[in-house]
């Protein structure tokens, strides 16, 4: 059944701490979106407009990978605060490919929020997750980051679900390689009253500080599977605390008939997943960018070995 207001885990925590923006006329949060020809662009945008609270604090950015019968409807191009970078599907080089070129758009925004393209939004969104946000660091973690699988809608009806909150958790390896991750839902998650420790991030809602976009680049060498996890390193070595949040801030639709995969349209998939083990393997074992030390701290934090062989 749809959700409601009534639901405890969708009503925003009641509290005085509020998020409060910095008004005047240049946005503060700086949100992305790569999309690979996704019907559910378009109806992701108007959600995402019609139910935040402050549009004029957005600086929405998408990395639009489309084939050419595919259009974006007059009063989406309209939005304030929209920019399309529009490039043809046949030249897109895949997921990570297209969130570094959005990483590379950021402009000094003092937020950044990570999306997918098939999405909807809680009433508010905006200010219910900053103020989460901003609570974590009033009480002490300096550098905070707001993420999970958030829970599921279905593009073909709408139906939200509000199965509440979810928990992201290790679940498969590729050659020994962590590279899935899975969820289960948040225990007892009425009773919260602040966002959730996490280890692992979800690259469809990442909320954070701007400065994630420069601390914490994707590699567009890292194909598909395997790109959360390293992400989650990767925040974490460079000072990020990872955070669950307790509250339903919008849905994502899991179910990908609304939308063509890349390795649908492009040849080498096992190819390019190979390089990317490699690629994750190298990293996660201390002969690349992230030190020795660094990987065994996240190691111990996470309680997993990152590459475990047989």
């Known amino acids: 059944m ?43 945008l108007r959600a995402l407009y019609a139910e935040v609270n402050r549009p004029s604090r957005l600086r929405v950015r998408i990395m639009w990978q489309r084939a050419e019968d595919e259009v974006l409807p007059d009063d989406i191009r309209a939005l304030p605060g929209l920019e399309i970078d529009e490039v043809p599907a046949a030249v897109s080089e895949g997921c990570n490919w297209a969130r570094r070129r959005l990483q590379e758009g950021w402009q000094g925004e003092r937020y950044t929020l990570l999306l997918d393209s098939h999405h909807r939004f809680v009433p508010g969104w905006d200010d ?93 060498a890292v194909y598909f599977f395997g790109d959360e996890v390293l992400t989650s390193v990767r925040a974490f070595t460079a000072g990020y605390r990872l955070f669950h949040p307790h509250r339903v801030v919008g849905w994502h639709a899991y179910d990908r008939s609304s939308r063509v995969t890349h390795w649908a349209d492009h040849e080498g998939y096992i190819e390019r997943h190979a390089r990317s083990l490699r690629t994750l393997r190298t990293i996660y074992t201390g002969m690349r960018d992230i030190s020795p030390a660094a990987i065994a701290e996240f190691e111990s934090h996470a309680n997993i070995s990152l590459v475990a062989d047989p």
């Open 2 to 44: 749809p959700a409601t207001d009534r639901d405890p885990a969708i009503a925003p925590h009641p509290g005085r701490d509020r998020y409060v923006s910095r008004g005047g006329p240049d946005p503060d949060l700086y949100v992305q979106i790569p999309a690979y020809r996704d019907l559910e662009l378009a109806p992701t």
């Open 128 to 220: 219910l997750a900053l103020t989460m946000l901003e609570r974590l660091r009033a009480t002490g973690t300096a550098k905070p980051l707001l993420t999970g699988y958030l829970p599921a809608y279905d593009p073909r009806s709408g139906l939200l679900r509000s199965s509440g909150p979810r928990r992201l958790y290790p679940y498969a390896r590729d050659r020994g390689v962590l590279t899935r991750l899975n969820s289960w839902a948040i225990r007892d998650v009425e009773t919260l009253s602040a966002p959730v420790p996490a280890d692992f991030a979800s690259l469809h809602f990442i909320l954070t500080d701007g400065s994630f976009n420069r601390e914490v680049p994707f590699d567009p």
